[in-house]
C-alpha cells in the first residue's frame, strides 16, 4: 500500500519528526535487548544524524524539495526488511523529490 505525500508543510514536519521518534527507539529496543547493541546500532548513527539535519533545514528555513533522494535512502533501500519505518522514510523521500501533494481531494 503506497502512502500519500502530505499536503501541508506541518503535516511534513511531523513525518521528518515521527521518523526521528522511531529510530531512536529503535536503537533504545537494541540497547536494552542486546549487550553489543553498539556495534549492531552503529548503521543507524548516520539515518539519526541525516534525519536531524533535514529537521534543522525545516527549522531555521534553508530546507528546499529536491528531485533526488535524501542521504539515507540508500541505507534505507539495502535495510529495508530490517527497519519497520521504511516506508515512513520512503513517503519522506517522495516528499522530498516531488513536493506537498497539492492535488484535490
Excluded: W
Excluded at 533504545?28 to 543507524?44: N, Q, S, V
Excluded at 535524501?70 to 535495510?79: C, D
Excluded at 519505518?85 to 501533494?101: K, M, P
Aim: proline share 4%.
Amino acid at each position: 500500500m503506497k502512502t500519500q505525500r502530505p499536503k501541508t508543510a506541518e503535516e511534513y514536519v511531523k513525518l521528518v519528526d515521527e521518523a526521528i521518534i522511531e529510530v531512536e527507539e529503535l536503537v533504545a529496543c537494541f540497547e536494552y535487548e542486546m549487550d553489543d547493541a553498539g556495534e549492531r546500532t552503529r548503521h543507524l548513527d548516520p539515518l539519526i544524524a541525516s534525519l536531524k539535519a533535514l529537521r534543522q533545514s525545516m527549522a531555521d528555513g534553508s530546507y528546499q524539495f529536491e528531485n533526488k533522494d535524501l542521504p539515507f535512502m540508500e541505507m534505507s533501500s539495502r535495510m529495508v526488511a530490517q527497519l519497520p519505518f521504511s516506508q515512513l522514510l520512503a513517503v519522506i523521500n517522495e516528499t522530498h523529490r516531488y513536493g506537498l501533494d497539492t492535488s484535490a481531494d
